[in-house]
T-cell receptor, first 119, second 112 residues
Framework: NAGVTQTPKFQVLKTGQSMTLQCAQD?????MSWYRQDPGMGLRLIHY???????DQGEVPNGYNVSRSTTEDFPLRLLSAAPSQTSVYFC??????????????????FGPGTRLTVL | GNSVTQMEGPVTLSEEAFLTINCTYT??????LFWYVQYPGEGLQLLLK?????DKGSNKGFEATYRKETTSFHLEKGSVQVSDSAVYFC???????????FGTGTRLTVIP
């Protein structure tokens, strides 16, 4: 298994440009999420999905769109890039813990990240 | 609401020293608790987890015990190595919620 893959690894955009960050997982996980990591702020949830065709907003969704047409893929779109979107972006997936009586999720599996700079 | 408060760093230790990184949480119900580690230039990796009170998670010499009475999940290691230098994140996953709540991370540097 490749786990969670993300492309590109690095990207530089100009203000106002749009782009899509790709994320794929081959573990058949139902849950997928996008986070951004900024210095001193930990990870903040942008959007998440609990299954194909279902997405919802996280803590910081403005300026981003997502879709989940398949279980495997969860792309993140920046509609009109702004310098405030300069960050490191991580995609993650998880599933239900089959041995947990409480129905809790497994830990999340993270991709390697995309470092985005918006000039 | 749900939140995680993590010991601020950075933390610098000599090799073979004892490590404690404090983590406390606020949650309704019975969350699962996690420690993640991030090595330079990489994504986060799950280090250990605990899903109910009094559970102890352990991995690679690291341990953390889920303490409901003190709402804590402190990370410990008896003897750190240079290779343990990384950023450590405490996190909470609330069953029924669709978010993983992270602490702000603690940078650990181990010097030979």
């Amino acid at each position: 298994n490749a786990g969670v893959t993300q492309t590109p690894k690095f990207q530089v955009l100009k203000t106002g440009q749009s782009m899509t960050l790709q994320c794929a997982q081959d573990m058949n996980h139902e849950y997928m999420s996008w986070y951004r990591q900024d210095p001193g702020m930990g990870l903040r949830l942008i959007h998440y999905s609990v299954g194909a065709g279902i997405t919802d907003q996280g803590e910081v969704p403005n300026g981003y769109n997502v879709s989940r047409s398949t279980t495997e893929d969860f792309p993140l779109r920046l509609l009109s890039a702004a310098p405030s979107q300069t960050s490191v972006y991580f995609c993650a997936s998880s599933t239900r813990d089959r041995v947990s009586v409480s129905g809790s999720r497994t830990g999340q599996y993270f991709g390697p990240g995309t470092r985005l700079t918006v000039l | 609401g749900n939140s995680v408060t993590q010991m601020e760093g950075p933390v610098t230790l000599s090799e073979e020293a004892f490590l404690t990184i404090n983590c406390t949480y606020t949650a309704t119900g019975y969350p699962s608790l996690f420690w993640y580690v991030q090595y330079p230039g990489e994504g986060l990796q799950l280090l250990l987890k605990a899903t109910k009170a009094d559970d102890k998670g352990s991995n690679k010499g690291f341990e953390a015990t889920y303490r409901k009475e003190t709402t804590s999940f402190h990370l410990e290691k008896g003897s750190v190595q240079v290779s343990d230098s990384a950023v450590y994140f405490c996190a909470l996953d609330q069953t029924g919620a669709n978010n993983l709540f992270f602490g702000t991370g603690t940078r650990l540097t181990v010097i030979p």
